[in-house]
């Protein structure tokens, strides 16, 4: 595989990345390094934006500007770097839970998933924020008993929903209402095997192991690709769950990928060095980057908040 790693990208844990066709930059998340990043690809720089707590998820705003999931809520950036708002607050416990993977449906609501961080409970949930003129305010939960909330994505007709459970090695899928987002009829996508027990990086159990699901993203064609974290690699998935391709990543955590460039023919992924080994770091001196390889089919552009 090509992949290239964009410079000055290391992050301790990155996720969330999108593409902005309007900006023509590449944004992702630092979570543990409390981190907003964003990067002219074509000039390889990169403007860091510091924040008070993790940041969890965000996506581009209509009216410009970022809307950004902290652990205590979901808050509006108006502008890069400028002050933020709170738009509504956290109703999970925020000494053991935390926003992690979210995106925008193409109705403009922002779908933000949480993190139970002792995972030792399923109390993480899937939250649904609609601040859309002309529709009633609401914040509500579409889906409970998680424990580590990923995966999150739409078919390219909308009829389908994404969710992973990481934990668990899973991946759900739902029909998929676009009007009301009412969710219906669960399924598992994918069932993954578990880790196991005396997985140690370096050995045959971690050469075996295919990883579990992290992030996603979805092509036009309607194939879903998995970042397997502690897999090192993405598995790309037909929509009837055939298993289409493994894209290797020179990365042991790829976090979260997602397609970019003005074709949306690059495909970017996040990965992680926090909390690695000193022997994995050795290995894998670019983990923690963005890498890039081009492909072949296009994926689905960003959706954009609405409020």
Same mark, same amino acid.
């Given at each position: ?8 990208? $290391? ?38 934006? *510091?924040? @008070? ?8 705003? +209509? ?15 108006? *502008? ?9 607050? @956290? ?29 030792? *409970?399923?109390?993480?949930? +899937? ?38 459970? #990481? ?10 209402? #676009? ?7 669960? $399924?598992?996508? *994918? ?11 370096? #050995?045959?159990?971690?050469? @075996? ?32 769950? $055939? ?20 074709? +949306? ?16 770091? @050795? ?25």
């Amino acid at each position: 595989m090509n992949w290239q790693t964009l410079p000055h990208s $290391r992050s301790g844990l990155g996720e969330s990345p999108f593409w902005h066709p309007l900006e023509h930059m590449l944004y992702w998340v630092d979570i543990p390094g409390m981190k907003i990043l964003r990067s002219n690809v074509f000039m390889g720089t990169v403007d860091v934006w *510091q924040l @008070a707590q993790e940041p969890g998820c965000i996506a581009p705003a +209509l009216k410009g500007g970022l809307v950004v999931a902290l652990r205590d809520g979901i808050y509006r950036a108006p *502008q890069w770097g400028e002050a933020l708002s709170l738009i509504e607050p @956290a109703t999970h416990d925020t000494s053991t839970t935390r926003f992690n993977d979210g995106k925008c449906d193409s109705r403009g609501r922002l779908w933000a998933g949480t993190m139970f961080e002792p995972r030792t *409970q399923y109390l993480a949930e +899937l939250m649904c924020l609609d601040r859309r003129p002309g529709f009633a305010p609401s914040y509500v939960c579409k889906v409970d008993k998680g424990t580590i909330a990923n995966g999150l994505a739409w078919s390219p007709d909308e009829r389908t929903m994404y969710w992973a459970n #990481t934990v668990d090695h899973v991946i759900w899928a739902w029909d998929y209402e #676009t009007h009301s987002g009412a969710l219906s009829n669960r $399924r598992v996508f *994918q069932q993954l095997p578990p880790k196991p027990a005396e997985w140690a990086y370096g #050995t045959a159990s971690a050469a @075996a192991y295919g990883g579990r699901p992290d992030g996603c993203a979805v092509d036009v064609e309607g194939n879903y690709y998995a970042a397997m974290f502690e897999g090192k690699r993405i598995v790309k998935y037909a929509p009837d769950g $055939r298993e289409l391709a493994v894209i290797l990543v020179p990365a042991q955590c790829p976090t979260m990928p997602c397609f970019g460039g003005d074709d +949306l023919q690059t495909l970017y992924v996040t990965t992680a060095n926090h909390n690695r080994s000193a022997q994995e770091l @050795a290995d894998q001196p670019d983990a923690g980057c963005v890498f890039s390889l081009r492909v072949d089919t296009p994926g689905l552009p960003v959706n954009f908040y609405e409020d």
